[in-house]
């Protein structure tokens, strides 16, 4: 989509990726109207249809895990206009299918799985959709051939790449992280106001257990299949994944979904208006203030809450802090700044065009997507393996003790305690360290710790990264082995948005190159 709206309009992909993710949102929205317009409601409750069809898209619009996915280039605006567009076909009742359902529904679970790979989940799910549709007339078949797009295009990954995820999977999927994710999941319950959902679902069950009415099987495995699939989605991301580096990206669906079953819920609750409209109310305005609260005041946010919920917020914030420790559930703010002085520091596209790629130039990195679009002709080496394959499957390896040595080691270094250290300060550091230390201390500014390429290290960045080496970081586990970055010979270095380029004696030739990686790629396979 980037590449088309680049080369059809000539908007080029960091003004383009927020003006898409925008329209997604918007055709999110409109997809959420179109549901609600098939929610059967009790005669009682149809004259205000369009009043609770009004407050649901108000709550929606004005949640903050809605906006928050409206700008980036990230693929979440995409992945929950595709997985939305999927549940609503998959919920249609029987009596509502065109036939052209078998298509819809299957086109939606193709985009899906194409956007993101655990919308593989949603594709296997529609094979099940399909047996209890019954539907396997000459021309429904035609329509569900539409599903073999997704094994067509995993054979081609791994024709392509030999592998069958993508590299991001493996870079980040070390093993199960069930306590980073049941705390990721209470803090979205907490902070999204799902609790309020919780109780209301609780209450329909409970009311409805005690009814005899009948529902046709077909409409009831339906329902099943569609839940189902969606509490398997947050099952793997909260038992297995252990959340996201990103504030609550995986669930970003349920800013639309759960609206809409509000309504369904309490039309099912109750057939009187005296009691559906408070309840509603409720259930839609719980997602605002915490989420809001905590978006004006990123700080313990138990003291500004009555004294009534504050035990349940001083969790919250106990969890939050475990979790921003191990870049789990980061804000978008902390992107935002990122992004803002990575742009800052890195030199415009035009004069990184004017680098040629002839001497195989070569920098290292703690993310691409910035660098590379500033320096687009740079090989860049992402030290956390998110688009490198040695570094994706090198096992964790963090050394003893370094979590308490490195704020020692930056205290020794600062030598006017203002919390900076340039390369001035490490050089007359060195001259008192034993040889071990003096290594390790070069290391410190030249690869591991100035994470913004300034130049300096600060005692902030030090602090952090004392936390990065614990035993689990999302999205930071694993880091390329030394050995394997020497090999390349990294020549490109940052400094006030220029590029110096140090030319190599002898030069890295092509078949340097493809040695150098077959070497690595054999002893990680063995």
């Not at 999927?86 to 509502?96: I, M, Q």
């Not at 990721?184 to 009814?211: H, Q, S």
């Not at 349920?254 to 409209?277: D, K």
Request: hydrophobic residues 50%; proline residues 6%.
């Amino acid at each position: 989509m980037l590449w088309g709206t680049w080369w059809f309009f000539g908007i080029e992909p960091p003004v383009a990726a927020n003006t898409l993710s925008l329209l997604c949102g918007l055709a999110t929205l409109v997809l959420g109207y179109r549901m609600l317009q098939r929610i059967a409601l009790p005669q009682g409750l149809e004259r205000v249809r369009g009043l609770l069809t009004g407050l649901v898209l108000s709550s929606v619009a004005t949640q903050r895990l809605f906006l928050t996915w409206l700008s980036s280039g990230l693929e979440t605006g995409l992945f929950v206009l595709c997985l939305t567009w999927w549940v609503a076909e998959a919920a249609r009742a029987a009596a509502l299918r065109d036939p052209w359902w078998p298509a819809r529904l299957s086109a939606s679970a193709v985009l899906t799985a194409l956007t993101r790979p655990d919308g593989l989940l949603l594709w296997a799910a529609t094979f099940l959709l399909a047996w209890n549709a019954r539907a396997w007339r000459p021309r429904d078949l035609a329509q569900w051939l539409l599903l073999l797009a997704v094994p067509a295009h995993v054979l081609w990954r791994l024709a392509t790449y030999g592998e069958w995820l993508p590299n991001t999977y493996y870079a980040k999927h070390v093993a199960a992280w069930p306590e980073s994710g049941a705390r990721y999941l209470a803090c979205f319950v907490i902070e999204n106001g799902t609790w309020a959902w919780l109780l209301l679902a609780g209450a329909v069950a409970a009311r409805r257990a005690f009814r005899t009415r009948t529902h046709a099987w077909s409409d009831a495995s339906r329902g099943l299949i569609v839940v189902g699939t969606l509490l398997a989605h947050v099952a793997y991301y909260t038992l297995i994944i252990g959340g996201d580096h990103f504030e609550y990206r995986v669930f970003a669906h349920f800013a639309l979904l759960l609206p809409i079953a509000t309504v369904w819920l309490a039309a099912r609750l109750a057939s009187r208006l005296v009691v559906v409209l408070p309840v509603t109310v409720l259930c839609l305005a719980a997602p605002h203030p915490i989420a809001w609260l905590h978006y004006v005041r990123a700080e313990p946010l138990a003291p500004c809450v009555p004294s009534a919920f504050r035990p349940v917020m001083a969790a919250f914030d106990t969890w939050q802090t475990w979790l921003t420790q191990r870049s789990v559930c980061e804000r978008h703010s902390i992107h935002r700044e990122f992004c803002a002085r990575s742009s800052r520091l890195l030199p415009k596209r035009e004069a990184g065009q004017a680098i040629s790629f002839d001497d195989r130039p070569v920098l290292l990195g703690f993310s691409v997507g910035i660098i590379s679009w500033a320096l687009p002709n740079v090989a860049i080496i992402d030290v956390l393996g998110l688009n490198d394959w040695v570094a994706a499957r090198t096992p964790m390896n963090r050394p003893a003790g370094l979590t308490d040595a490195l704020p020692k080691l930056f205290r020794h270094f600062d030598l006017d305690n203002d919390g900076r250290l340039p390369k001035s300060e490490v050089l007359i550091a060195l001259a008192s360290l034993p040889p071990e230390q003096a290594a390790g201390a070069a290391r410190l500014l030249e690869r591991d710790y100035d994470f913004d390429l300034d130049g300096v290290v600060t005692r902030e960045e030090v602090e952090h990264y004392a936390i990065f080496y614990q035993e689990r970081h999302m999205a930071h586990d694993r880091m390329a082995p030394d050995d394997y970055i020497v090999g390349f010979r990294p020549n490109v270095r940052v400094v006030e948005q220029r590029v110096i380029v140090t030319p190599r004696d002898p030069p890295l030739t092509d078949a340097d190159i493809v040695r150098h990686e077959t070497a690595f790629r054999a002893r990680l396979r063995h």
